[in-house]
Structures are given as C-alpha cells and as structure tokens.
C-alpha cells in the first residue's frame, strides 16, 4: 500500500504561479512513473502530466503544455507539478497517482492505481 499526500493547492489569480508537491510513503516510490490529474467540478478526473521513474521522460495534456512543468526528487519521494500562467480554466481538484500498469499509456488513467486525496486549486479571472 502506498499512501500519497498532495500540498500546495489554493487560490491564485490568473496569470499567477502555484507548486503543488505529492509525498510518497514507501521507498518503493522511486520504481514507479507518476501521473497528475484533475478534475472540475461536474467533470470527469482528466490528465495534466507524468514523469517516468527516472525523470527522464514527461509526458503533458495539450492543455498545459509549456505552463506547467512536472518533476520528481526520489530521494524525498516527493513529485511535485510546477504552474505557471495559470487561467480560471485549470480551477479544479488536483490529484497525484501512482502508475502501477504499465499496459495503459501514461496518458490514460486506467494505469494509475493509487491516489492522494487531492488538494484544491482556485485560479480567479
């Protein structure tokens, strides 16, 4: 079992930068390819980015490609999702995910199997 915790969510204006972080509590963590995702309310829960195990490899929605950046420090099990020029669009709750199938793309949400409880992010026109 592995239990993820997300930080750094809250209100931002438009145009305004937010890191949310994702700690892991196994060392195992550093096996596995990480995903974000989010979700709006009355919306499906949707891709925003991964990162492979090694970092070496990223993976991001067309939606916020070249505004937000994902990353991993293995050594503190932590992924974090660095936004930037953020819109009111991207309001939604956001959630990390571990990928623990790899038959599924990075992009598909049926290869993710643990998650954080999410943590809100609130971006104002």
């Known amino acids: 079992q592995v239990q993820l915790v997300e930080s750094g969510g809250g209100l931002a204006q438009a145009g305004g930068s937010l890191r949310l972080s994702c700690a892991a509590s196994?060392?195992?963590?550093?096996?596995?390819?990480m995903g974000w995702f989010r979700q709006a309310p009355g919306k499906e829960r949707d891709f925003v980015a991964a990162?492979?195990?090694?970092?070496?490899?990223?993976a991001y929605a067309d939606s916020v490609k070249g505004r937000f950046t994902i990353s991993r420090d293995n050594a503190k099990n932590t992924v974090y999702l660095q936004m930037s020029s953020l819109k009111p669009e991207d309001t939604a709750v956001y959630y990390c995910?571990?990928?623990?199938?790899?038959?599924?793309?990075?992009?598909?949400?049926?290869?993710?199997?643990?998650w954080g409880q999410g943590t809100q992010v609130t971006v104002s026109s």
């Open positions: 995910a571990v990928r623990t199938d790899i038959n599924y793309t990075y992009y598909d949400i049926k290869g993710y199997g643990y």
């Open positions: 196994r060392r195992t963590f550093s096996n596995y390819a």
């Open positions: 990162i492979a195990w090694s970092g070496g490899y990223t």
